[in-house]
């Protein structure tokens, strides 16, 4: 008697993520593995299988006929086990959507924002990184990111502008009498690449002032820090002012940066409402019409 295929279930999750995703990298991505490992577990498919299931095409994988049989079946499967789990109250299997948020907009918006969205989608797994501008739309981009807000030049930052908001000088007020020397303007500002680091040396030059470099960091909550110490002024939006920093009057122009959504091309439903959410949380908190 033939013995019945226990085919691999990680195996079927990775083919149907896959397809769906357009890419087994996208997939490698997605659920947490190496391309090598993916690569085993569609071959180990082939192998239980005992025929092949994918042919290449250009630089990726196209399904035979048996592989697009083997396709409709696994979804079904997978279906099924998903709702075993939730029948027996199991976690959610899901593949967890991933977020990407500009550090300024972690301590104003993110915690109504998943509030909102573990109300949506109460069993889904929530990836969050707190990141720098440049890093999280090319992390989007590259697939390791669903969805992400961050700011951009004005017209440069592709995606979905949300809004455009004034950058603004802040600092104490005693700051530059304090730094020894009035024609030096002291600078606290992040590491570069920095689009409001570069907006404050622009102006400054501009305006035929010189600067320095006071401090310099990765961290927003130890720019605020070194700024509040008077170390120097530095250059933000107005939208958030930590105390007793404030917007300092008289300084060169600076001009205004775009607020973007960027989102993934493939993404599943959950990460659409994410994405969804995170653009009206945007629009309600800088009194911009949600889309």
Known sequence: MRQPLNFDMDALRTMVVGVELGGFSHAAARLHRSPSAVSMQLRKLESQAGQRLFSRRGRGLAL????????????????????????????????????????????TMLSDLLARYADARPNVQVEVKA??????????ASGKLDAAVAFAMPGTGGGEQIATVPAAWLGC??????????????????????????????????????????????????????????????????????????????????GSVDIVLHRADRCSDDAHVLADLLRDCVSTQWGVPGR
């Open 131 to 140: 990141g720098r501008n440049f890093e999280l739309a090319a992390d989007v």
């Open 173 to 254: 007020p005693a700051t530059l009498s304090r730094s020894g020397t009035r024609s030096t303007v002291p600078l606290a500002v992040f590491d570069g690449p920095c689009l409001f680091r570069d907006m404050a040396i622009d102006s400054l030059s501009r305006a035929g002032l010189t600067w320095r470099v006071a401090m310099a960091t990765p961290s927003l909550a130890s720019l605020w820090c070194g700024t509040r110490a008077g170390l120097g002024v530095t250059v933000r939006t107005p939208l958030t002012v930590p105390a007793p920093l404030s917007v300092l009057t008289g300084a060169p122009a600076l």
């Open 64 to 107: 035979t006929d048996a592989g697009n049989v083997l396709l409709h079946y696994a979804r079904r499967v997978l279906a099924l086990n998903d709702e075993i789990g939730h029948a027996l109250g199991a976690v959610d299997t899901r593949a967890a959507v991933r977020m990407g948020i500009a550090q300024d907009f972690a301590d």
